[in-house]
């Protein structure tokens, strides 16, 4: 099995730039497809971003542009690189994996889920 743990999440100022990572441990990490998933009080978990086996990418329209989701298979990491930074990003993110070749939009579709990490966006 795979466990996840986030980390880099923060207090930031809108326009600033905050780095998260997921570290993976247990089964082959470059096996999974990966993404993150936020969560803000009383919302929904979305979709943020997800990468193929393949370091092929996807994003959420909200965040096209300002994130970008990166792996580094030689430390069983995934990385979101948020830039531009808004209020409206403020929420729990998390980690997620799916043992297939590209990620989906569904958190219901992953198998493997992080703690979670906290980034809050000041206005």
């Known amino acids: 099995q795979v466990q996840l743990v986030e980390s880099g999440g923060g207090l930031v100022q809108a326009g600033g730039s905050l780095r998260l990572s997921c570290a993976a441990s247990g089964r082959t990490f470059s096996s999974y497809a990966m993404a993150w998933f936020r969560q803000a009080p009383g919302k929904e978990r979305e979709f943020v971003a997800g990468i193929s086996r393949g370091s092929i990418t996807y994003y959420a329209d909200s965040v096209r542009g300002r994130f970008t989701i990166s792996r580094d298979n030689a430390k069983n990491t995934v990385y979101l690189q948020m830039n531009s930074l808004k209020p409206e990003d403020t929420a729990v993110y998390y980690c997620?994996?799916?043992?297939?070749?590209?990620?989906?939009?569904?958190?219901?579709?992953?198998?493997?889920w992080g703690q979670g990490t906290q980034v809050t966006v000041s206005s």
């Open positions: 997620a994996a799916r043992a297939t070749v590209v990620p989906a939009q569904s958190s219901g579709q992953y198998d493997y």
